[in-house]
């Protein structure tokens, strides 16, 4: 019989590192920086996550998808807390992570936490495509809250960027 | 009033901005002027109903009593929303949206920034994230603004008129009562009064540049901290709380 104790918390972590952002799903929560904490006592275990957005629709998801690895791998009473403390910041993320974003089609984000909020398109974004700098914007507001749509001018294909955030 | 009571109804105001504001700028789905703008107006929308759900989850927490934050959006009545007066008025004309748009993200703004200092941690935790979004709001419609307001002669025509219709409902955005001033002491909310200073030097500039007419209006709408309301509210949650008023508690 699989009790909880028989599992540490590294080896939570390791199980939850397999889920992926439902709607970015070359990357995993733990590397979007959305997995924050895992606390194991005798009966129960309470996962901590930061949501990137507060409206983002693939939370409930993530909570389902959390709920499923622990129940499979025999968890007892698992539960998830969303926290907000300290807010989400597109700093989390590794160079590693960016680079899948890039490889997947979505330019990452390109300075720290949106320094320049009052000029948010005075950013050069390179083209995850051909890594062209000559792009524009067409839109700040696109496809999911996290990102804005921009056009490359030399390949001519639009793209997602990833919102500085 | 005790702290606790002053907090909670605190959270349904913060909560309850959110929900109309994202109710209302959700009616441009499907509808928008063009494509980006469709997704534009929807993205702030879903913006504005995520922090609605996590400050009235958090309202409900201090409420106790099991209740949840659907139940706070769904089943009170439209005297216990403590909603502004401007989140329920009608979208109106693009230009109308705007108008609200600029008022509110340039309040919201100025609000969150301070509430990410907040002593209470979790109202910290949503303002900070609160605010990143809505600086992304405040930027869209300031350009919106500048757009409008120098644009054709209609446009800067119903811009004007929206930023005249909706000048008498920018004045409650800063009263004070009790709940803020207890909350002020405890460090937990901030002081609208100097808020107010704020969004004036904040969007005073952006309306000249616009080309914008600053309105005078001898009279400023109120209510909303007591409960009242415009007509507006009641059309609002007989349409918002059907579901959950004719099938109680039905799961999605």
Same mark, same amino acid.
């Given at each position: ?5 028989? /599992?540490t ?19 995993t ?12 006592? *005798? ?10 957005y ?9 909570e ?5 690895v622990?129940?499979? @791998?025999?968890?007892? $009473? ?5 926290v ?8 989390w ?13 979505i330019?990452?984000?390109? /300075?720290?936490?949106?320094? $320049? ?9 390179n083209?995850?495509?051909? @890594?062209? $700098? /000559? ?8 496809s ?5 749509? *921009?056009?490359?001018d ?8 990833f919102?500085c955030? | ?5 002053? !907090? ?10 959110a929900l ?5 700028l959700?009616?441009?789905?499907s509808r ?6 469709? !997704? ?12 609605a759900?996590?400050?009235l989850k958090?309202?409900a ?12 959006a769904?089943k009170?009545?439209?005297?216990e929303?403590?909603?502004? !007066? ?5 979208i109106?004309?693009?230009a ?8 509110? =993200? ?8 301070? !509430?990410?200092?907040?002593? +209470? ?6 303002? %900070?994230? %609160? ?33 005249? +219709? ?22 937990? =909310?901030n ?17 000249q ?7 005078t209006v ?5 209510g909303?901290c007591?409960g009242i ?15 959950q008023?004719a099938?109680? +508690?039905?799961?999605?």
């Amino acid at each position: 019989m699989v009790t909880t104790t028989a /599992h540490t918390k590294e080896r939570i972590f390791d199980l939850l590192s397999t889920i992926v952002d439902p709607e970015i799903p070359v990357v995993t929560i733990a590397e979007m920086g959305m997995l924050r904490d895992v606390i194991v006592s *005798y009966h129960a275990c309470e996962v901590i996550l930061t949501p990137t957005y507060t409206g983002c629709p693939a939370m409930g998801i993530i909570e389902d998808d959390i709920l499923s690895v622990l129940k499979t @791998n025999g968890i007892e $009473n698992p539960s998830v807390k969303l926290v907000y403390s300290p807010a989400w910041t597109t700093d989390w993320m590794t160079d590693t992570t960016k680079e899948k974003l890039r490889k997947f089609g979505i330019a990452a984000p390109t /300075h720290s936490s949106c320094s $320049n909020w009052l000029k948010p398109t005075d950013v050069s974004v390179n083209c995850p495509r051909c @890594n062209s $700098n /000559h792009t524009h914007i067409i839109s700040q507001f696109g496809s999911t809250a996290c990102k804005a749509l *921009y056009s490359c001018d030399d390949c001519k294909e639009p793209f997602d960027y990833f919102k500085c955030h | 009033m005790t702290n606790q009571e002053a !907090l909670y109804i605190y959270l349904l105001r913060l909560g309850d901005n959110a929900l109309l504001n994202g109710h209302r700028l959700a009616e441009w789905c499907s509808r928008g002027p063009f494509l980006e703008e469709d !997704l534009a107006m929807t993205n702030i929308a879903l913006d504005n109903i995520g922090r609605a759900q996590a400050f009235l989850k958090y309202a409900a927490a201090i409420h106790g009593k099991g209740k949840t934050e659907d139940d706070l959006a769904y089943k009170r009545s439209e005297r216990e929303f403590y909603n502004h !007066l401007i989140t329920e008025l009608p979208i109106g004309d693009f230009a109308y949206t705007v108008a609200k748009q600029l008022i509110i =993200s340039c309040f919201d703004v100025l609000v969150f920034t301070d !509430l990410s200092n907040s002593k +209470d941690e979790t109202i910290a935790g949503i303002a %900070a994230k %609160a605010l990143k979004e809505s600086r992304y709001h405040f930027v869209h419609a300031r350009d919106w603004s500048y757009r409008l307001g120098k644009g054709t002669e209609e446009s800067h025509r119903r811009y004007q008129h929206a930023i005249q +219709d909706l000048w008498m409902y920018t004045g409650e955005l800063f009263e004070m009562n009790e709940v803020e001033n207890i909350l002020l002491q405890e460090g937990i =909310s901030n002081n609208l009064q100097e808020v107010k200073s704020n969004w004036i030097n904040l969007i005073m500039p952006i309306l000249q540049e616009s080309s914008i007419r600053i309105p005078t209006v001898d009279y400023m709408q109120t209510g909303s901290c007591k409960g009242i309301h415009t007509e507006n509210l009641g059309h609002i949650l007989s349409e918002m709380q059907y579901l959950q008023r004719a099938y109680p +508690d039905a799961k999605w």
